[in-house]
Every structure is written in C-alpha cells, then in structure tokens.
C-alpha cells in the first residue's frame, strides 16, 4: 500500500493463528514486527513476557520468527540474545538487563530459596545462590498490609539464613546509582571473605 501517512510492511510467510474469530498474526511474528517499532529493552520485555507464564511463545519461535535481511533484524537478534524465561514484569527485565549492564553476573531467576534443612523460605525474582545474593523489585502491591506482613516475615528468614537481599523499587529505575552500589556491596562482603555457597 502507498498513500501519504501509511508506510507498508511485507511479511514473508507470517503465521496466522485465529483469536475470537478473527485471523491475526501469530505472537512470535508479531514480536518480530515490533522490533521496527520498540526500542532494544521494550522488545526484550515483551519477548520475556511471550516465553514467560503467558504461554505465547516459546524462544524457538521468536527465532524462527525472525526474518533474515527484513528492516529491523539486528535488533530482533540483539533481542532475542537477552530473553530468558521467568523474567516477565517490564521492571523485572529492565533490572535484569540494567545490573548485568552495570558490569554484575546475569542473576538465575525466580529462585526457591531452601534452609539448611530443605524448609522452604521463597521465592525471589533474581539471585546469585553461590553467593546467597538476591535481588527483588518491589511493585507498588508491595504497600499493601497483606504482602508487607508477608515480605517482613519471609525476609527475616532470609536473614537468619545468611541471604543478602537487596530491594530495588521504581525509584531506582530512575536513580539506579544508589542500587548498584548496593549491590556491589553485597558482593564485595561475600568476596572479602571468600565466601561462597553450595545451592
């Protein structure tokens, strides 16, 4: 199509799945178009939520949906390089993604945190277990009565277990400095005493 205002995309062989009786893209094509539309963080957030508990795709298909020499591939491949599964929140990604840039080692997420005797403790949304490091974003449901008594409660057994647990909040996607440095902190405790844990 060519008119003033409308600018036309080809797809090569789109997969077409129906929703509610209408025929649409599949969700992994309609990643890959997004990638001439989202910048390089925003794509890897919904492709996080695609792969994540949505069940939309899998990563083997937002490859395949990939088209090679189509506009905007470099950055589809940069992408999909950076989605992992069990990283669904934007925020979550967008923390994932900021402290692995900040120079951290990528963080295994959605991690069961055990006591020494195999009780469990929770769950947390990032964490290095060698060094029983966690990271945890906390949305704004955080302020409800209900999930603080519950945070305050699981965090203290946290403690008690020799968890580190730093607390990230949207504030800091503005102002991540003080976060990092954190963070940093946490590591070089661990390190200054050589410390590392079996799982």
Avoid: K
Wanted: proline share 5%; glycine share 10%; with cysteine.
């Amino acid at each position: 199509m060519r008119r003033p205002g409308v600018v036309g995309h080809r797809l090569c062989g789109p997969t077409v799945v129906e929703l509610d009786g209408v025929r649409v893209a599949s969700p992994a094509d309609a990643w890959f178009e997004c990638a001439g539309l989202l910048g390089l963080r925003a794509l890897v957030s919904v492709g996080d939520h695609m792969v994540g508990r949505s069940g939309l795709a899998s990563i083997d298909d937002l490859a395949a949906a990939v088209v090679p020499r189509a506009r905007h591939v470099v950055r589809a491949r940069a992408a999909l390089d950076l989605v992992r599964v069990g990283s669904e929140p934007a925020m979550e990604t967008w923390f994932r993604l900021a402290v692995v840039d900040a120079g951290f080692p990528e963080p295994e997420l959605n991690v069961d945190v055990r006591d020494g005797e195999g009780r469990f403790l929770g769950r947390v949304d990032m964490a290095w277990p060698e060094y029983r490091i966690a990271l945890e974003y906390d949305g704004d449901h955080h302020r409800e009565r209900a999930v603080f008594l519950h945070d305050q409660r699981r965090d203290n057994g946290f403690v008690v277990n020799d968890w580190l647990v730093v607390h990230a909040t949207a504030a800091d996607r503005t102002h991540p400095t003080v976060l990092f440095e954190r963070l940093g902190q946490a590591f070089a405790r661990r390190r200054a005493t050589g410390r590392r844990h079996s799982a």
